[in-house]
């Protein structure tokens, strides 16, 4: 909590030079925060996590304390869930819901492989197409939101994804909106077609990770460092990191140059 009343301690305090600075892409770019402004507050607490200065214009003689406590995003993140429980549309009883397996068309089921596809089919569409591909139809179905006919739907698609591996069954779906994809094993994910071409799984010193994001075109992110073995003394790990934001130019990982795509 930070107080911001006129005449407190933070407020009198004369400024002074920030103790550390966040590393990131904004780390250069200072932002102006209007208070008042609705997404103000939320949108520049992005921005601060994105290393950017933030400095907040109070209106004359407004007063309050700033609750700066990141948790709550996580709470803000599951609102949608909060909703449904107003709305009775949510039990706390475990795979009863939509969203938590209970729903045949919200859930993973296991191929014929042993691996496992993942659906997503919550719009009519996208369930219509879902029953395409594996060959069945809505007139032979209970209805998509029947509740009752959950469990007799959820054992024809079990029993269906159950008669080839995972990879065809990736196939069928490929290209189509039937959201219905692999779920993919650590070591198959940076050779995914789409993660590939997205580039989001780097290698860094012989080891994949996660590439740094947002990404930005004048403002590429550094790439992150290796991982080091274990047992590396900590005076060496903190070399390696003091090294690296020391660096006047380091390796940059940012927007390429394709054409855009049209909205």
């Known amino acids: 909590m930070i107080d911001s009343t006129p005449g407190s301690a933070a407020a009198d305090a004369a400024p002074g030079p920030p103790t550390s600075r966040r590393d990131g892409p904004l780390a250069r770019l200072r932002v102006v925060e209007l208070a008042g402004i609705g997404p103000g507050p939320h ?70 492989d042993g691996r496992y596809i993942a659906v997503g089919a919550i719009e009519p569409q996208f369930y219509a197409q879902l029953l395409a591909g594996v060959g069945l139809t809505a007139e032979e179905l209970p209805g998509q939101y029947d509740r009752a006919g959950w469990p007799v739907v959820g054992a024809r698609l079990a029993g269906i994804f159950a008669t080839r591996p995972r990879d065809e069954w990736a196939a069928v779906f490929a ?61 060496d790990v903190l070399a390696g990191w003091r090294q690296q934001t020391a660096a006047p130019e380091p390796a940059a990982i940012g927007l390429d140059q394709r054409t855009p795509r049209t909205p």
Not at 62 to 86: C, E, F, I, K, Y
Not at 193 to 209: F, S
């Open 43 to 112: 949108a520049a607490m992005l921005l601060a996590d994105l290393g950017a200065d933030v400095v907040r214009v109070q209106r004359p003689g407004a007063t309050g304390m700033n609750d700066l406590m990141l948790r709550n995003r996580r709470w803000v993140l599951g609102q949608m869930a909060w909703a449904h429980r107003a709305m009775g549309v949510w039990s706390d009883e475990r795979s009863s819901n939509i969203l938590d397996g209970a729903a045949p068309f919200y859930r993973t089921y296991v191929c014929g």
């Open 175 to 235: 290209g189509t909106d039937a959201c219905v994809t692999p779920v993919l094993a650590f070591g198959e994910v940076s050779t995914h077609p789409h993660m590939a071409e997205r580039q989001t799984i780097v290698t860094v010193d012989g080891a994949e990770q996660a590439a740094p994001a947002p990404r930005f075109t004048r403002t590429p992110t550094a790439a992150p460092i290796g991982p080091r073995p274990t047992g590396t003394p900590v005076e």
